[in-house]
């Protein structure tokens, strides 16, 4: 058995290859034959696309697809495995999953920690690794089932993506220009307990002994002056029982978008230190297992879905929760309202 690249191979196999879709009695690969045929492949399921066949010999085995598109209208999600087939007289025997690790292989090399798939089998692709995720419609409206199996490790990931979000504050100064009043800076959330994943979020937490919006807008003025930041939100909530002025302001990181989030927090209010306590908690009740799989729903999270991490460690760390269809799940039976002031 070998592995052929349909894109990288001589014109010889190349024709080998579509013969073989073309004795393919399936809709699908009827579709993905006019795509190669009319050289659309490419426009219609993304860039830097790949197509590989399993080989006995002469004889084309299996074939699918590793695209940045498929069938499901989600651009967060990415890379998928399609057009995923074996011919009759070689199934039963598993050859597929020589295709389908191969596929992973290759997403890996290129750095994304998942491979997404979607299908109508139940019960067919979970003895190749793969996880059920949820359902959703595709471009054509119909239900599908959607699934996802690990390639590259989520913790370089994660790890990658926090060390980005350092040189964020870094570079724009932030710490320093808040202490120059004598505001107490500490980091919070996502990135102080280590589970920043894909949403470019930074939360900071400020203290100072009053809220003076005049020498606050000084403070953001210091910040703002430099041109990689790009955009500014301001919040007042000083007279409600927040005792807090909400700063957030976006930052241009190498074209990447970061949002930072500075709450100026009334020193002896009601949240002074809350969120720190929360922070040092999560921090200390995390196993190594608990750390990946709340990273790994973060990333599976489709980005127009707007969750808080809390719910993703009261879910992991306290009821267990290990998918992200059990997660989808817990939601529901857990819908948050307010403030979540759970606390491990």
């Known amino acids: 058995m070998r592995i052929t690249e349909f894109f990288e191979s001589n014109e010889a196999t190349r024709e ?17 034959l006019r795509l190669l045929e009319e050289g659309t492949f490419a426009e219609t399921l993304g860039g830097k696309g790949r197509l ?81 995720w949820g359902n959703r419609k595709d471009i054509h409206g119909e239900d599908s089932r959607i699934y996802v199996a690990p390639a590259a490790d989520i913790m370089l990931f994660a790890e990658t993506m926090q060390e980005r979000a350092h040189e964020v504050i870094r570079q724009s100064g932030i ?23 894909k949403h470019r979020d930074i939360d900071f937490h400020i203290y100072t002994d009053t809220l003076d919006v005049a020498e606050s807008f000084k403070v953001i003025s210091q910040i703002c002056v430099n041109p990689n930041v790009t955009r500014l939100k301001y919040r007042n909530l000083a007279a ?11 930052y241009n990181l190498d074209g990447e978008e970061w949002q930072i989030d500075m709450i100026q927090i009334l020193l002896g209010s009601q949240f002074d230190g809350y969120f720190e306590h929360v922070t040092e908690r999560i921090k200390a ?60």
């Not at 267990?320 to 309202?337: D, I, L, N």
């Open 16 to 32: 080998l290859l579509l013969q073989a879709l073309r004795q393919c009695d399936w809709d699908a690969a009827n579709f993905l």
């Open 52 to 132: 590989f066949f399993l080989l006995d010999g002469d004889v084309v085995v299996s074939f699918l697809t590793l695209t940045m598109q498929d069938c499901i209208a989600a651009p967060d999600m990415t890379p998928w495995i399609g057009f995923v087939f074996t011919f009759p007289e070689y199934r039963g025997r598993g050859n597929i999953g020589i295709l389908l690790d191969h596929a992973r292989k290759c997403a890996a090399s290129d750095g994304a920690p998942f491979v997404f798939l979607a299908t109508n089998h139940i019960g067919l692709y979970e003895k190749y690794g793969f996880i059920y």
């Open 175 to 197: 710490r320093e220009a808040w202490k120059e009043i004598g505001a107490k800076v500490n980091q919070v959330g996502s990135l102080a307990t280590g589970l920043l994943m």
């Open 240 to 250: 409600t029982d927040e005792a807090c002025l909400e700063w957030h302001v976006w």
């Open 285 to 344: 009740v995390l196993t190594p297992e608990s750390r990946r799989t709340i990273l790994e729903l973060k990333y599976l999270t489709p980005a127009e879905e707007h969750i808080a991490g809390i719910e993703y460690y009261q879910a992991v760390i306290a009821d267990g929760v290990r998918t992200y269809a059990q997660f989808t799940a817990w939601r529901k039976e857990h819908p948050m309202t307010g403030i979540n002031q759970w606390c491990p």
